[in-house]
Each structure stands twice: as C-alpha cells, then as structure tokens.
C-alpha cells in the first residue's frame, strides 16, 4: 500500500490543500471540503484518499498528537470504490494460465503479446513483420485493429455486419517501443513460418482478400477476430478453473509481472533527489509508458489492488524473462522501454 498512499498524497492530497493546518485544529468539516475536491479527480480519488486521511487521523490518535474528542473520523462523508476491480491472479495462476495458452498453438502468440509485453488486442491484430527488430529484440507499436460496424441495408439483412479497420493507436502515448523476452522472439519467428505455410496454401481467390502484411491472420488469410481470442480465453478459464478473465485483463497481468520486478535501486537512481519522483512515482510512470497510458493517474487508479498485493511472481516465468527494461533512445526518436 506505500506506493498507493505514496501517489495519493503527493499527486491528490496536497495539490488540493490550499493552506496548512496543524494536526490539533484539523476539523471534520475541513477534511470533508478537501476529500470532496480531491474526488474529482477520477471516480474512485475520493474512496483512496479518506483511505489515506483515515490511517494517518488513526496514527495520530495512536500517538496521542490528536485525543478522542478531537478525532473527526466519525465525522468524515463516506466514499466508495467504483471502477471494476482489477482481478489479481497468484503465481501459481498466472503460471497456469501461461501454460494452458500453450495449448492454444493458434493463439500463443498473441495471448503471450498481452501476457508478458503489455499490448492491447487491437495493437496485436495490427502487428506487422516490420515492426520487430530481431537484432535488438524490440517490438514497435503504430497502429491498432478495431471493428467497425455496418449497418443493415434492407429488411432482407438479419444483422449488422462486423469488419476490421486499421486506425491509428489509442494515444500519442501509445505509440512506443518495448523490449521483449527471448520468449516472445522465438514465438515472433515460430509465427512467421506458419504464416508462410498458410498463405502458400491459400487459392488464388482467397489471396485476393488475404491481409498477408499482418502476423495475426485466420485460416482464411484475414486478420483474426476479437471475439477470436476472446472465446479461447472463456476456455482457458474454465477448464483451469482460472477467474473469469476479459481479455483486457491480460495486460493487468502483464503490469503485475511488471511491478512485482522492478529494482528499486535501478528506478531510483533517476530520481534526482525529487520527492515527487520516488520510486513508487517512477515505477507506475514506467508501468505507465509500457502499458502507453495518455496519463500516469490512468495506470494508478486501475492498479490500485495490484500494486497492494503483489506477489512473487516472476519467479515463476521463464528465466529468460525480464519486463524491467533499462530506457534506451530508440532510432525513431521514442524511448525503449
């Protein structure tokens, strides 16, 4: 929870405090006008930051700097939580769960994309060869899958019809370049060869719709669905009796890989002496830039449980596996991360 209270405090709590009070004169009424502003910020700010004020209001009693009939806690409005928990996987899940997309050949690859690099679905349907450099294992994020509806054209049509459209990333943000594990290349070359084999067997009509530029490609040499990866991961879920995941979870589990590795000496040191800038600042700002949030308050209010609970989990990847990279300058001007 430090790295939570952390960021409350120093990015919430005291950007919104217009003046000091000693702890002694500290009202309920006061607290109330500063947690009212502090929920503003995004939907669940408030419910962290009484969180916060409450643990110290209780420290204070403890240490008797603040006497019963003073403490305003009673007094304090209530918030609550309201975005969707994050669902927290143990190590033993996630390993589970790697294991198990091993089973699903046909979707290894981009089931370990969201798993251990952190993309979302639409940024591994839009993965080209060309955005791989084998030589410095990175892989580039510039564009994204999304699907486009069509809507019914007569009476005679049952439904709208579904089809899938490249569009730019989801942010400037997103646009970046990320370090990947000996895994992931070895899963990248695997791919490429199957790829190759698929469209030599296509039929010269089939060719004519084939998106033969893309890695993610069906029997029918077309970009794979969504409801594709979404259908295998229910499977995956049920047989190993995982919790039910969405496949945007799978990035959460990438963020807790993330987080539970990252060095503490190894963050610190481009600190600078700033308190704005520990390292609990400075490891969800890099979770921030591998994820490509557009701000790093996104990455905090949807890691707030995994960032309270991490568990030893890396342990349990593949030695080769390392998420914490060191940020590099990239020939495109972007940073490595």
């Not at 997103?174 to 469209?199: A, C, D, G, H, M």
């Not at 993610?216 to 991961?233: E, P, R, V």
Request: with cysteine; net charge positive; hydrophobic share 35%.
């Amino acid at each position: 929870m430090i790295v939570v209270y952390h960021w409350a405090i120093y990015q919430i709590i005291i950007p919104n405090c217009e003046k000091d009070v000693l702890i002694g004169a500290i009202t309920a009424n006061y607290l109330n006008e500063l947690l009212t502003k502090c929920s503003k910020q995004y939907s669940s700010a408030g419910a962290i930051c009484l969180k916060v004020v409450r643990s110290c209001l209780n420290d204070a009693l403890a240490e008797n700097l603040l006497t019963e009939s003073q403490n305003p806690i009673p007094k304090l409005d209530k918030y609550d939580f309201k975005e969707r928990p994050c669902i927290q996987l143990s190590k033993e899940e996630i390993k589970k769960l790697l294991v198990a997309m091993k089973n699903y050949p046909s979707l290894t690859f981009e089931f370990y994309m969201m798993c251990l690099v952190g993309l979302r679905l639409g940024e591994v349907l839009g993965l080209k060869e060309t955005d791989f450099d084998i030589d410095n294992q990175t892989v580039s994020v510039h564009r994204q899958i999304t699907r486009n509806y069509k809507a019914k054209i007569d009476d005679k049509t049952q439904r709208n019809s579904i089809y899938a459209v490249e569009k730019p990333p989801k942010t400037e943000n997103s646009y970046r370049t990320i370090r990947v594990p000996e895994l992931i290349i070895k899963e990248f070359l695997k791919r490429k060869r199957e790829n190759k084999k698929l469209i030599n067997s296509l039929s010269p009509e089939q060719l004519q719709y084939a998106q033969t530029e893309y890695l993610c490609l069906g029997a029918d040499g077309c970009i794979k669905s969504q409801s594709t990866a979404l259908c295998a991961l229910k499977r995956i879920c049920e047989k190993e009796f995982l919790p039910k995941l969405r496949v945007h979870d799978l990035r959460h589990v990438f963020a807790t890989i993330v987080l539970e590795s990252i060095k503490k000496e190894d963050l610190l040191q481009k600190s600078h002496g700033n308190p704005k800038e520990s390292f609990d600042y400075l490891a969800l700002r890099h979770v921030s830039k591998l994820l490509g949030h557009k701000y790093v308050e996104t990455t905090f209010r949807i890691y707030i449980g995994v960032i309270s609970g991490i568990d030893d989990i890396r342990l349990q990847i593949n030695e080769n596996f390392n998420p914490l990279n060191g940020m590099l300058p990239s020939r495109n001007g972007r940073e490595v991360s």
